[in-house]
C-alpha cells in the first residue's frame, strides 16, 4: 500500500520536472487522458499542457506548496494544498497563489497525474 510520503515525494518530482520544463519526465508522470484545470477555467490535456511547457509558451520558474493533505479514496491519491508560483506565460511574469487539488490515480509499477484543478488566491485588500 502506497502512503502519504509516497504521493508527496512523487508530486515533489512533477514540480521539479515543470520548472526544469522536462516534458519526458513529465509525459511519464502524466495519465494519457490527464485533464489540468488552471485557476482561469482554461482546461488542458496531457498534449496541450506538455506542448506549452516544451515550447516555453509557459514556463514554470518556481513553485512552492504547504498546507498539504493526501487522502486516499477507491484506488485514487487526491492531494490537495496551496501552491505559490512564478510563471511566465506568453512573455509576462506572474506571481500566482492557488489552492489545488491534484489526482493520482495507480499505473501500473507507478502512479500517473490523472486531474488537476485549482482555484485562484486573491490576497485580501
Known amino acids: 500500500m502506497t502512503d502519504a510520503s509516497t504521493i508527496l515525494k512523487l508530486d515533489q518530482e512533477r514540480r521539479e520536472a515543470m520548472i526544469r520544463a522536462d516534458v519526458d519526465a513529465l509525459t511519464e508522470l502524466f495519465a494519457d487522458d490527464m485533464m489540468w484545470i488552471h485557476a482561469t477555467a482554461r482546461v488542458d490535456t496531457k498534449e496541450g499542457l506538455l506542448q506549452s511547457i516544451g515550447s516555453g509558451k509557459t514556463k514554470y520558474l518556481a513553485i512552492e506548496t504547504g498546507d498539504e493533505t493526501v487522502r486516499f479514496h477507491s484506488g485514487l491519491a487526491f492531494l490537495s494544498g496551496v501552491a505559490v508560483m512564478k510563471a511566465e506565460i506568453a512573455g ?9 487539488t491534484i489526482v493520482y490515480a495507480p499505473a501500473g509499477e507507478r502512479w500517473k497525474v490523472v486531474n488537476w484543478q485549482s482555484t485562484s488566491v486573491r490576497k485580501p485588500s
Do not use: A, G, L, S
Not at 509576462?92 to 489545488?100: A, G, P
Open 92 to 100: 509576462e511574469t506572474r506571481d500566482i497563489q492557488n489552492r489545488y
